[in-house]
């Protein structure tokens, strides 16, 4: 069955929501978009597991990449879609359902874009890494990819979020002694020694620096801690793991530095690290952009897939309707005038009115 | 079938050993002890679940308790029972089928002691205190447990161990407020406010008061900790066990009491307690015993049944061979030695030589 493109963006929406796609198990979604995609005869399609790379091929000297994953986190009794005349809310309805239904009407709608664009709609976004759609694509085809400028229809409420921060998170591990709690004198309590890792984190000043005029906002914070051994035993072992996020002028690499200077002393494990990505803002694909949406550009400060097109080389920024603050919660919603208000930005932008 | 208890002590622990008897399990072991002591006329029989009582009736002035249990922790790749000619190694051959033993063999081989005298050997005592035997028996039949002294046969390296510290659990939560790690300022970190507890147990300067002329070593200290929610949140929650050991001049009530002004501010939670026992050395049925042994008594920082004892009004002590450090260990073991010792000692005070 092919998904129905006439439909309006939020009906649209609707639909996606309403077809279940939680991380791999996206094959019915992509099956529904890649039938009402390959009916359009100025695309070229090529899919990639549950993923699908839709180009125009109208010999444009500029490239643009339209990006969004379907998959969803999992299912939190939020489905079907409802809408109340202001809001759709449902699963994916912000995280990123209706930035997926505002680019599958351009695809549909804007046949003759000013610029070529590439549509791609991916698996796999919210789990690790390896499994990511976009990064296998960007393994075995990074032709399709080949762009002047990347938009990543996450949510930002509708204002372009520029660059992002890159993510670290460490173990790390404070050693003790073990003995039984009745004679503690002969052990060396781990969690007590912890201390003096939680002491360093409140003492953390984080830096802020300003990037193409975006203030950044860098953290260190302790998100796990675990200790102990059984409830009468001196535990040997306290471990904080604990999540940098850093300013993309921070490579992956500095902010490893600066996380086990900070830690000296103590052991530091590295079980997650993503770069950042720069805004590119002084890039003139960029620039244009901005100023077909209003010219208001604000920091992201989580960590996004424009990483991965920064990596390729591509400026990318967030631009998609719903609130960042709502992903993945279980009351997610969009209001149907970012999915609208989004959708015809980016048609004036692409040249059609 | 019946135990043999004729063999000696060490082949008579090596023999319980042989019996697996983990808590809950304590059917076989306790079947072939009854049944090895309901042949002995001397004795009177009773059992309760899978703890017996067996008590001597001499119409002596004074009666005193010999108390073992029979259960031990886990097996860990720690059965058959090995003798190398000076320790005996396997599981519950220190905590405490050697002590069982000896009573087995006093059980025996006395029949017409000094004292009359009321054997217990009961199940479940290393499991949660409401399974426990000796406080099923307190409960169902508090007559069989009148006495004047009592003998916790528990490993205490042959040496006596009076009295025993308190024991307190609670768990001290930290309260923050969640927000994505990535955006921190939005939140209050749970785990970087539990500095402050740490800091106190740091702080935290252990009473050592001296009791009929023994020492005691109070300690307070976490024994787990956890925080947490997810590797990109901010935790609003971290809650820090700590175990106070309290010297017996403290009840339950103070010792709670001390804890709560202790963490003044934080909500604490009490997850388990059981009171102390004082030494009571100053009472004539220890004193006789103390002096049989040699005058050596040293303070109980570990908590024992010695408690029950004391809640019964039933001075106790605790008087076993094999070291207490090596109880629940994978390698425990016993001393050859301290089994021949502990046994000829106590016939001598029971008058038979």
């Keep these: 069955m092919a998904l129905e493109l006439s439909q309006d963006v939020v009906a649209l929406?609707?639909?996606?929501?309403?077809?279940?796609?939680?991380?791999?198990?996206?094959?019915?979604i992509v099956d529904e978009i890649d039938?009402?995609?390959?009916?359009?005869?100025?695309?070229e399609v090529t899919r990639l597991g549950n993923s699908l790379v839709a180009r125009t091929r109208l010999g444009r000297p500029e490239r643009v990449v339209v990006a969004g994953h379907v998959d969803t986190v999992p299912v939190n009794a939020n489905l079907p879609a409802r809408n109340d005349g202001t809001l759709l809310h449902g699963l994916g309805s912000c995280d990123m359902k209706g930035g997926v239904a505002v680019a599958l009407k351009l695809a549909a709608g804007v046949p003759e874009p000013e610029r070529d664009v590439t549509y791609v709609f991916y698996e796999c976004e919210?789990?690790?890494?390896?499994?990511?759609?976009?990064?296998?694509?960007?393994?075995?085809r990074p032709d399709l990819l080949e762009a002047?400028?990347?938009?990543?229809?996450?949510?930002?409420?509708g204002v372009v979020e520029a660059g992002c921060q890159g993510t670290l998170r460490v173990d790390v591990s404070v050693r003790g002694e073990r003995a039984?709690?009745?004679?503690?004198?002969?052990?060396?309590?781990?969690?007590?020694?912890?201390?003096?890792?939680?002491?360093?984190?409140n003492d953390y000043e984080p830096r802020r620096p300003v990037i193409d005029g975006l203030e950044y906002h860098e953290g260190l914070n302790a998100v796990l801690v675990n200790g102990g051994v059984a409830t009468n035993v001196l535990p040997d072992l306290c471990t904080v793991t604990v999540n940098y996020r850093f300013a993309p002028d921070r490579s992956e690499e500095q902010a490893l530095a600066f996380v086990r200077g900070f830690f000296e002393?103590?052991?530091?494990?590295?079980?997650?690290?993503?770069?950042?990505?720069?805004?590119?803002?002084?890039?003139?694909?960029?620039?244009?952009?901005?100023?077909?949406v209003g010219g208001i550009v604000n920091p992201k400060f989580g960590w996004t897939d424009v990483a991965r097109f920064t990596e390729l080389g591509i400026?990318?920024?967030?631009?998609?309707?719903?609130?960042?603050?709502?992903?993945?919660k279980q009351e997610e919603h969009v209001p149907l005038a970012q999915l609208t208000g989004c959708e015809q930005t980016l048609r004036r932008w692409l040249g059609a009115f």
């Design 148 to 157: 002047d400028f990347a938009i990543l229809m996450e949510p930002s409420d």
């Design 265 to 292: 002393g103590y052991e530091v494990e590295v079980t997650d690290t993503s770069p950042g990505a720069l805004p590119g803002l002084g890039l003139p694909a960029a620039k244009a952009f901005i100023d077909a």
């Design 126 to 140: 919210e789990v690790e890494a390896t499994e990511n759609g976009l990064r296998k694509i960007a393994e075995a």
């Design 180 to 201: 039984h709690s009745a004679r503690a004198w002969r052990g060396v309590n781990a969690i007590h020694r912890a201390v003096d890792v939680l002491a360093r984190l």
């Design 315 to 328: 400026p990318a920024v967030n631009y998609g309707p719903g609130d960042p603050m709502l992903a993945h």
């Design 13 to 28: 929406t609707a639909a996606l929501v309403d077809i279940e796609s939680v991380s791999r198990n996206e094959g019915r």
């Design 35 to 43: 039938a009402a995609l390959r009916a359009l005869d100025h695309l």
